[in-house]
Each structure stands twice: as structure tokens, then as C-alpha cells.
């Protein structure tokens, strides 16, 4: 079986070697590169080629932003997963407007990690839980929306649907929060996506981004 070729980004050298052992443990996945900065990560994808690079978002010389906005630049260019202690809103957007498709939290549990690497691997997003928490309770407490010229073409409802599943929220988990059926989740997110002319759900991150919905984590 192929496994996930990785590259490890953090100046720390004694806890990127702990996430070397933790993800050279597992059967789909093998760390093939190390670095210690910005500039290096840039070389050793250049020399690795992985599928998934996994870098801290303060690196001396180069720091994960800048080198997450050069990386979109390689053809093809790896998925990226930021680990980070820094919990705040900007940071998250910084890296995913980026191009990061994970979002980790140092403080998190290991396996978090893991399983951002599998999801970004396989063309898919992944946030924090502790993040996407947060978000769901300030949408449940508050449930506001982001209403502009495109979404107000959404329903009420579909524009739920789309902004939990920016989120990071899976379908069963967004139906258990509105209190309806997984089948009615996927109508509405079919619908919303349609509607705003979007077709995965990096798509709708994006779109989430650039209508501030991300603001409210």
C-alpha cells in the first residue's frame, strides 16, 4: 500500500520528532523530510515532493503563511496542514486564505493531527475541533448569518447548512445541531452550493472566507 509521504515544519526540534514517531506509526503515512524554517520547508518539498507538508505558523526566517502562499505555486503544489498554539480567528484565515487545508492546534490531542493529514491528503478540509466548537456555539447562541447580494439567495436554511459545513461540521453532525435528517442536509447543501455556483467543500471554505463567516470562531 502507498503511503502518505510527509514533511515536518517546526523549529522545535524535540516535538517534531515526537510527531515524526506519532506519524510514522501509522499505516498510511511516512515522514520522508524534515525542517526546521521557512526557507528549509521550501527545499526539502522541492527535494521530498510529499503529499502533505505540516508546519508551524511561527517559523524564524520564512513563517508558515508566507511559506504556505509559496508553496500554491509548485505544480502540484502539497496539501498543507498548520499546527499551531494560536487559536485566534485572523490566524486561521491568514492560512487558510493561504492555502493551508488543515488547521491544528498544538494544544490538541494527537490524534487531531492524524486525522488532518488523512483529510487533506484525500482533497478534503480540517479544522481543529476545539475551533469548530466554538463556532457552532456562537452560531447556536446567536445564529447569525452573513447576508450579502449572493447569499441571500440561500434560504435560511441552506445558508446554514452551507455555513456549518464551512465550519468543518460533517452532515450528521449538522443535522443533529438544526434537528433534522441527514437526507435534508444534503438537500440543502446540494441546493446552496448550486445556488453560489460552488462545487466542493474547499469551495465553500473559500466562500466562507471571503463573506467574514469565519470571523465569528
Keep these: 500500500m502507498r503511503k502518505w509521504r510527509i514533511v515536518l515544519a517546526d ?12 506519524i510514522n506509526m501509522q499505516g498510511d503515512m511516512e515522514v520522508v523530510g524534515h525542517a526546521n524554517d521557512g526557507l528549509q520547508v521550501m527545499q526539502e518539498v522541492a527535494n521530498r515532493q510529499p503529499d ?13 503563511v508566507q511559506a504556505t ?9 502539497p496539501q498543507i496542514v498548520a499546527l499551531t498554539r494560536h487559536s485566534e480567528a485572523a490566524y486561521v484565515r491568514q492560512l487558510l486564505q493561504a492555502g493551508a487545508r488543515g488547521y491544528v492546534l498544538k494544544q490538541s ?10 483529510a487533506v491528503a484525500n482533497g478534503n478540509t480540517y479544522l481543529d ?13 446567536t445564529h447569525t448569518r452573513a447576508v450579502d447580494a ?3 439567495e440561500l434560504s435560511d436554511r441552506e445558508a446554514d447548512v452551507a455555513k456549518l459545513t464551512a465550519y468543518g461540521y460533517s452532515n450528521k453532525e449538522i443535522a443533529t445541531q438544526l434537528g433534522i435528517s441527514v437526507k ?9 452550493m448550486e445556488k453560489l455556483g460552488l462545487h466542493s467543500r474547499s469551495a465553500i471554505v473559500r466562500y466562507a ?3 467574514g463567516w469565519l470571523d465569528e470562531m
Design 109 to 118: 490531542a494527537a490524534e487531531q493531527l492524524i486525522a488532518a493529514i488523512r
Design 69 to 77: 502562499a509559496q508553496m500554491q505555486q509548485l505544480v502540484p503544489p
Design 150 to 152: 449572493t447569499s441571500a
Design 129 to 141: 475541533t476545539s475551533l469548530t466548537d466554538r463556532a457552532i456555539n456562537h452560531f447556536v447562541n
Design 209 to 211: 472566507l471571503q463573506r
Design 52 to 64: 502533505v507538508v505540516v508546519l508551524d505558523v511561527s517559523m524564524p526566517v520564512m513563517n508558515g
Design 11 to 22: 523549529d522545535h526540534v524535540v516535538l517534531r520528532d515526537g510527531l515524526a514517531a506519532l
Design 184 to 192: 435534508t442536509v444534503d438537500t440543502y447543501k446540494a441546493r446552496a
